[in-house]
């Protein structure tokens, strides 16, 4: 497997889950979505890694609620990696950056670990 630094745009529009009142339905249709894409355009990576997720919006969410927003793309990037996503091998990071007319987007850049790292 490649180490080095990998980086891909998922085209997938992220909300605040916590703070949405969609109907069950709508909320799973979503989830399931993102992790679709995550699963499907995530590259494969030798482990240990780092796994940086970055929400690209017009609007930023706080750190709890980002964490949320970004669930279904982490599952589906550790589906890719053929892990449970509380495996001890990848370091998730997340961050959010404010951009002008995109509808929205996730970055996902998988780094190789540090030494001594997960």
């Known amino acids: 497997m490649n180490r080095a630094v990998q980086e891909l745009v998922l085209p997938v529009s992220t909300v605040s889950e916590a703070n949405r009142r969609d109907h069950w339905a709508v909320k799973a249709k979503r989830a399931k979505r993102h992790r679709f894409v995550a699963r499907a355009l995530c590259p494969p990576a030798a482990l240990p890694c780092v796994v940086r997720l970055t929400r690209l919006s ?61």
């Open 58 to 118: 017009t609007g930023t969410l706080d750190d709890d609620n980002l964490r949320g927003a970004l669930k279904a793309v982490r599952d589906g990037c550790a589906d890719r990696l053929g892990i449970d996503d509380r495996d001890p091998r990848v370091e998730w990071q997340y961050g959010q950056e404010r951009v002008k007319a995109l509808k929205g987007a996730v970055r996902v850049e998988i780094l190789p670990a540090a030494d001594g790292a997960p």
